[in-house]
């Protein structure tokens, strides 16, 4: 569960163990709590000096906590040369099976969701989806607009796609389309 302090105990445990932190992704869904952190260790910090410290720090708040080495896991590949990161919005009305029909149309074009946030809005009744995408250079992006917005039934699903320098700069401009059926 949620508890507010989880992050200050985890980033002050990595401290007193020496933690070089890489990266970090938290988000909190249905008032649940999870945390991604990549970081380095001095040589001399074992693994499970590291977990068991984590875990003694953050026994107050009742948190899981597992512990990852890259070296030992099987990652995929490095992107593709020439992949691009591209921000996409979409929304429209919630039917079941929306965010398959998403993914699946994105994985068609090998199109990696890096980041995703998803939440239904309007009591409900509609949806929108926040996604980070790693696109490869043999897809197209007219195409992966055009297809994407008629996925939704009884109208189209509001469709925004931009790259990560146009978001970074603030020009979205005439990114938004929508497509209608005949």
């Not at 107050?60 to 030992?72: C, I, M, R």
């Amino acid at each position: 569960a949620n508890r507010v302090g989880i992050l200050a105990a985890v980033s002050n445990a990595l401290a007193e163990l020496g933690g070089d932190l890489w990266q970090i992704s938290q988000t909190v869904v249905e008032k649940f709590f999870t945390m991604i952190i990549a970081a380095d260790f001095p040589e001399a910090r074992t693994p499970e000096v590291v977990l068991d410290h984590i875990r003694d720090v953050c026994r107050p708040y009742a948190v899981d906590v597992t512990l990852k080495t890259p070296a030992q896991e099987r990652l995929s590949e490095d992107p593709e040369e020439g992949t691009l990161r591209f921000f996409l919005t979409l929304s429209g009305a919630n039917q079941p099976g929306v965010i398959r029909l998403v993914s699946g149309r994105l994985a068609h074009d090998q199109i990696d969701i890096v980041n995703l946030e998803a939440t239904r809005i309007d009591e409900g009744r509609a949806f929108l989806f926040n996604m980070g995408l790693a696109i490869p250079p043999r897809a197209s992006l007219d195409q992966l607009k055009a297809d994407l917005a008629p996925l939704g039934q009884p109208e189209p699903f509001q469709v925004q796609l931009h790259s990560k320098d146009e978001a970074a700069g603030g020009r979205v401009a005439g990114a938004k389309m929508q497509v209608r059926q005949p």
